[in-house]
Structures are given as C-alpha cells and as structure tokens.
C-alpha cells in the first residue's frame, strides 16, 4: 500500500480525572517536518512525541496539536511560608519600636503580606502522565496514518489510470514513426523526379538520404524506455511502501525521454502526441508530491 502526504488524526482519552486530546494534520513536504504544540507545563514531552511519530510517518510536514485538562478538584495547594512570616513580624516589632507605635498586627493583616501564603502545583506523575498522552497519541497518528492509506489508495488508481493512458499514447507514436520515414521517402522521389524532369532516380543515393533521415528521426530507443519506466512505476506503485522520492526520479526520467522525442520528431502529428505524452507526465508528476 501507498500513503499520501496529507492527513488527519483525532483522539481524545479521559482517564484518572485527566484529559488528553491530540489532534494531527499534514501536508506535503520532502522530509518529515514535525511541529509539536504542547501545554506549558507538558514541554518535556516534546522530544518522547517526536520519536513515537518517526514510527509512523516518514515525509511530510506535520503539525501535532495537544491539548491537557486536569479535572480533578485539587489541582493545586496552598502553602503557608512560616519563615516569611516571621520576617515581617521581626520587622513590624522592630518598626513598632523604634517609632514608639503600638504593636497591633493581627493574623488576618499579616496573611495579606505577599509571599506569606503561595499556591503551588499539586505535583505530577510524569510516568503516569505519559502513558495517557501516549495513548492519545497513538489513537490519533493510527486514525492519521488510515486517511493517509485510503488517499494513497486513491492517488494509486489515479496514477495507474494516467500510466495506462501514457502507454496508449507511446503505442501512438510507435505505430506512427515507420510511417513517417516511407512518406518521407515519397516526398523525396517525388522531390527529384520534380527538378530532373527525368524518372529514373538514383536509388542508393536517395537511400541514403531516407537513412540519414530516419537515423535522426528514429526514436525507438527513447520508446523502449519510455515504456520500461512507465512499467516500473506501475510496479513500484502496486508493491508501496515510502516511493514517493523513488517515483518522483521515475518521472524525470520519462519527461527526459519525452523532450528527447518531441525534439526528434519531423512530424507534426508525433509533435501532438508527445506534447500530449509531456502533459500526462506533468500531471503524475504534480500527483507524486502527494506520495509518502
């Protein structure tokens, strides 16, 4: 099977009065290109997630939203600084003191006094807190990884019906190349016979010019592997896997030997069909960036 470069995954896990959701979407890209958004306060988790995603994905660029919801009811805890307090109480006596003023600091004053009382984070079970992230993850990279496999699949028919197309389209030029030398040999007796005023012509030398004419012309060789490439891709498609740089080479290769034939052909109908051939290669080309 054959995956294509855009996808999206979604899960959601509610476990232990804590709340995980993943969400994932990509487009093309020639390397894989991960983009990890996280709570604040789950940052470490970055790299961990960026290595379970290397199993899954090999291209593409890839953006990976999370997002963390703590529901239980205590989720952080007041603390009470004894020895801040005692700092502002030795200082209020001493003040008291020397400005000759009564000592009236009562509890409710001296808790208002900044730092007194603080709110710390009820601490976190990193270990714990992996395993459900984990477990969102890999719901939404394997529900990503699907909608890459039913697109690829996609892309798949689509490329073989083009290929299949192309095929129809070298046969063409094929069945027309013979064709071409034979009228060229025509017009060119015909040509002498014209400006001898004579019919007898000479045939070795109009064999000769009929030879240079099709050695130039001949584009058999660029047929033959027209053809061998248009077959590997067929087979590198139907075998999948991550073919998309592999394919892409593929096309280059068959849009060389398409130019090649259209810079050879002396007739305009070959011109058409290989203008038309260069056309489809463009369009399995422009589907091939899609391929994992």
Request: aromatic share 6%; with cysteine; glycine share 4%.
């Amino acid at each position: 099977m054959i995956k294509s470069m855009t996808g999206f995954g979604r899960c959601e896990v509610a476990e232990n009065n804590r709340k995980f959701t993943v969400e994932m979407k990509a487009v093309n890209h020639r390397y894989l290109d991960a983009n990890v958004k996280l709570p604040k306060a789950l940052n470490f988790f970055e790299l961990p997630i960026r290595n379970e995603l290397k199993k899954y994905i090999s291209r593409g660029k890839v953006d990976v939203f999370v997002s963390y919801e703590d529901l239980s009811e205590k989720t952080s805890t007041v603390r009470y600084n004894k020895d801040v307090a005692g700092e502002y109480l030795t200082h209020l006596r001493q003040m008291a003191e020397d400005f000759d003023l009564g000592f009236d600091v009562r509890v409710s004053n001296l808790s208002k006094y900044p730092e007194v009382f603080t709110m710390e984070e009820v601490g976190m079970d990193e270990e714990e807190l992996w395993k459900e992230l984990q477990k969102a993850l890999t719901g939404a990279v394997e529900q990503f990884v699907e909608s890459r496999i039913v697109e690829g699949e996609n892309l798949k028919k689509d490329l073989i019906g083009k290929l299949d197309a192309m095929l129809v389209l070298v046969e063409k030029i094929a069945l027309r190349s013979p064709q071409i030398i034979a009228e060229y040999r025509q017009r060119l007796e015909d040509k002498v016979r014209e400006l001898l005023e004579d019919k007898t012509v000479d045939e070795g030398r109009l064999l000769t010019e009929v030879t240079i004419f099709a050695d130039k012309a001949c584009v058999d060789e660029e047929l033959v592997r027209l053809r061998s490439h248009i077959e590997n891709m067929k087979d590198a498609l139907m075998k999948g896997g991550s073919i998309g740089k592999n394919l892409d080479f593929i096309a280059q290769e068959m849009n060389r030997e398409a130019n090649t034939t259209l810079s050879k052909a002396n007739d305009l109908e070959i011109s058409n069909i290989a203008i038309e051939l260069k056309v489809e290669i463009e369009k399995v080309r422009e589907q091939i960036q899609n391929i994992e």
